[in-house]
């Protein structure tokens, strides 16, 4: 694997420790502080943020890896942390795979899509797969604030925590 393909597989590593990390606390929720309106910026509650970001990482991978992205997952359909986990799981593990096997052209060639709300771009597989890590980034900083002020913080989600977390054989 060259070093760009590395680096777009540190990140989508990094982002799916963190995202267990998010999903581990949460599961500590009473359903009520489940469905706690987050404020500003996010998109309701824990649980609708993190089919949100589900939705958004499996929509960008589709659209890099196929052209297109399946239809709009409803946040209802995944009611249960742990359902969300194991489709998550699957999800990083077919992303691993997948990026795993790039290499520079193809990291940098352009892909048409279609979204599945119609709209249509061209960007990079890079760019794309970027922009998924650092979408997803946002959020879990908006859902660790809050869990940090409900008394379950996530703890350190840096870059060289998972870097130390990998190192450790855990």
Avoid: C
Avoid at 61 to 79: H, I
């Amino acid at each position: 694997m060259n070093e760009d393909a590395r680096t777009i597989v540190d990140i989508h590593r990094h982002s799916a420790w963190a995202n267990r990390q998010i999903l581990t606390v949460t599961e500590q929720l009473t359903p009520e502080q489940l469905r706690t309106p987050l404020g500003e910026g996010s998109f309701g509650d824990f649980l609708t943020t993190l089919v949100h970001m589900f939705d958004a990482q499996q929509s960008w991978f589709e659209r890099a890896s196929k052209g297109t992205s399946g239809p709009a997952l409803d946040p209802d359909s995944l009611s249960r942390i742990a359902d969300l986990r194991e489709k998550w799981e699957a999800l990083d593990s077919e992303m691993e795979t997948y990026l795993s096997g790039l290499d520079n052209r193809s990291l940098s060639e352009k892909v048409h899509y279609r979204s599945h709300y119609g709209s249509e771009g061209l960007y990079s597989r890079r760019d794309m797969m970027l922009h998924q890590a650092f979408h997803s980034h946002q959020h879990r900083a908006e859902l660790a604030l809050t869990l940090s002020k409900l008394g379950h913080s996530p703890g350190e989600l840096d870059f060289l925590d998972y870097i130390e977390f990998a190192a450790s054989g855990k």
